[in-house]
Structure formats: C-alpha cells, structure tokens
C-alpha cells in the first residue's frame, strides 16, 4: 500500500479529527507532500506541526501566518531553502531541519529569539551560519553530519547554548572559540579529523565530552567531573579519585513535549526517546552515553 497523497491546498481527512484534540497540534509525517497544504497556514491558533519525511520541497511564505507556532519539525524532507516568513514565528521554540539540503539560513533567521533548541543536522552546511550568533536564548543546538571546517570567534556570545553536537564534521583542529564556552554541558566532536586537543579544564561547565572516531592518540586533560567518549575514555577515568561521573544522554531525543522534559537534556537524568506523535519516524537513539 503507497502513502496517500493529499492535493497540493487541502488539509488531509483525518486533520479535523487531530484538531477536535484540543492540544493544537497537527501529524502530517510520513505523508506524501511536496508542499505545505496552504490551508494548514490558516490554522492560526496551531502549536505543534510535525511534517517529518514526506518529500517536501518547499515551504510557502504563508507559514508566517502560525504565530502561535512553538514545535516544528520539518525534518528528513528535501528542503534546500528556508523562506523569511518562517523566521517571523515569534513564539518557535524547537525546529527540527535535520535530514534536508539546505546550505544556509535566511539573515533574518535571527528574528527566532524565542528558539531554544535547533537541530539542522545532515544538511549540507560548509559554514557556521552567522544569524545564529543572535540567537541568545537558544540550548541545544544539533549541527552533526555537516560539512563545517571552523567555528566563528564570536561564538561565546551564544550565552544560553548549553548542549552542541558537531560530530561527523570535517574539523582538523579543535576551534579555539570552543574554549571560551564556559557555560557548556555537552560537546561532542565525535567522527572529524582531529589530532588531538587543548587542555579542556577552562570549559567549568562540562559534563560530557565525546571525541571518538578522531585520529587522537589519548583523551584531552578536563576536569574529574567530565564523562570522556573515545580512545583510552575509560582508562583515563578509572584513573581518577572519585566515583566514575553518570553520564546524561550525548544524543537525545529528536522531540520534547515540554519544557520541563527538554532541561533534562541539559540537567541531567534520563529523558524519554520521544518521536513526534503518531510514531510515524523513530526517536533519535537516546541511550544514556555511548552510542554514536
């Protein structure tokens, strides 16, 4: 049986159906859909649109119109462009990119000031994308599987970031701006070119550090509270006075429902492997530590 295929303008039959609901929220995954039904920008009181692999090509610059929009995953689609109308949703928090072609973002991407988790990995990125660098408020951001050699100097004024995955980049020296990353929780480099490492003792905040699949001989020097992932990680801290530190999820789940359940991210604990509803795409692996 071939996925059914909605025309171009009109909300699937069972959108109604979601609505009655009362959250808010529409499932549109795994549908066939090269673009946006124009009718669910009409959807003005909408705060959760899940369009996750259906081949979309293209986003109307309509989809300004979902002011109250706070979850949108648009990710494992076909997107190569990003149209200025979604950066006016003045209440995003988590956009999911992931999984596209996109080879930049808008300028005016930086109008997201709500936005506290992005995630725009396996996309075709060459370079950090400024608008980002205004994005103050934002967590956790998901860059893996790009194509990125360095990092911008200006990096430290993303204040809020607390959680950044770059792994399967094309890195060959540790970025220096990554040193004045204070406030850091989560760094993993795993799968770029690196051949060693800086001593990682100025970022205070570390809880976890990932470097596997690096041509690195041994483990960077950090602080007895960091959980190490690569080469000689377990020896290194076997070595140590104290108890071996628990380590919090280095990929967690690709959804959060809440606020509440995306600082377990950035907190500690154990948070669900949660997909979008509907299940129609599996979770990002969330397994507590070592899984790339």
Known sequence: MGIAESTPDELPSDAEEQLRSG?????????RLRRLPSAVCALSRLQKLYVSGTGLRELPEEIEELRELRILALDFNKLERL?????????????????NRLLALPADFAQLQSLRCLWIEGNFLR?????????VALQSLQMGDNRLRALPAELPRMTGLRGLWLYGNRFEEFPPA???????????????????????HPL???RVFSYDHNPVTG????????????EGAV????????????????????????????????GGGGPRALGPPGGSLPALEAAPGLGT
Not at 83 to 93: A, E, F, I, K, V
Not at 219 to 230: E, I, S
Not at 249 to 255: F, I, S, V
């Open 83 to 99: 149209p200025d109308g979604l950066c006016r949703l003045p209440r995003l928090t988590r956009l999911y990119l992931g999984g």
């Open 235 to 266: 020896e290194r801290m076997a070595e140590r006075d104290g108890p071996t530190p628990r380590p919090p999820p280095r990929r967690p789940a690709r959804a959060f429902e809440d606020e509440e359940e995306e600082d377990l991210l950035i």
């Open 23 to 31: 959250e808010q929220q529409l499932e549109l995954s795994g549908r």
């Open 204 to 206: 205070r905040a570390l």
């Open 178 to 200: 990554l040193l004045r990353m204070g406030r850091l929780h989560i760094l993993d480099l795993d799968r770029n070119r690196l051949g060693g490492f800086p001593d990682l």
């Open 127 to 135: 370079r950090f994308p400024r608008p980002l660098l205004r994005l």
């Open 219 to 230: 483990p960077p020097r950090v602080a007895d509270t960091v959980f190490l992932v690569g």
